[in-house]
């Protein structure tokens, strides 16, 4: 089977990329390689996925042409749509990226699923998408209206705007609401990255609301497992679904949202901790208020792609950081 994996140098993409050539699919990549982080990082990650199924396209989502061009050129069975302009907080600074990529480049890759009559879209939403919701675990039943982050609005757009081409044009999309994502090769602008940087520079970390706050956090090898499984989860239309009874995650359209984390919050001081142990260094600690964009816990409630897949996460944090601590001590030459 033939995928287009977009954002291929990244965190998540590289992974998928890497386990769907490792089946034997055949990927093609897309990335625009920016500096958002270190290029270098982005060209490891790629080094991992040499393979004979695999070809990279230096590409910007952002780009109409580019994109409808590779569509028609590559005609691929499925679209697994993990681009886009990350960060709760870049997105204060600079909001016009987050349009660019998050809004135009979606469109661009709907526009792509539309005219090639690709099978299955599935990409990448945010819990980041619950906002003010204070009701926990987070489900797909949900209210999701109320974003505190422009990242935020434009993740819950790209659910919106994959509904309405589900519903125009039949084509079969999935959304998946992912979870604080760690492990190895993952980002150096999120906390597991930057926490155990500093911890081992003698470096300050900084602990937002004093400490007071709860994360999902969920392992890259449990997110590839579960990415991979509901890309065969294909959504049909149900023709007795109404907006008055019906799930807001499912629809009369081919259309299907579901929440992919771990299902066990950590307080955000225990998670320090797991890699204050893992180091065997105690982490110098400047307590300070939440910051804007910031939400105080998220807690994915994960029972409905249990069903559709059997997914369920297996890596715990004390495992998961200490893959986490290893990788970043060998990529970086650490003793």
Known sequence: MKYLVTGAAGFIGSAVAEKLTYLGHQVVGIDNLNDYYDVNLKHARLKR??????????????????????????????????????????????????????LVGHLNILEGCRNTNVKHLVYASSSSVYGLNAKTPFSTEDSVDHPVSLYAATKKSNELM??????????????????TVYGSWGRPDMAPYIFTKKILNSETIDINNNGDMWRDFTHVVDIVEGVIRIADVIPSRDNSWTVERGSPATSSAPYAIYNIGHGSPINLMGFVEAIEDELGIEAKKNFREMQPGDVYQTYAEVENLFTATGYKPKVGVKEGVAEFVCWFKNFYQIK
């Open 49 to 102: 996925i040499e393979h004979d199924n695999f070809q990279l396209k230096v590409m910007d989502i952002s780009d109409r042409d580019a994109v409808s061009s590779l569509f028609e050129i590559e005609q691929f069975d499925r679209v697994i749509h993990l681009a886009a302009q990350a960060g709760v907080r870049y997105s204060i600074e600079n909001p016009h990226a987050y349009v660019d990529s998050n």
């Open 162 to 179: 994959a509904h309405s081409y589900s519903h125009l044009y039949n084509i079969p999309t999935t959304g998946l609401r992912f979870f």
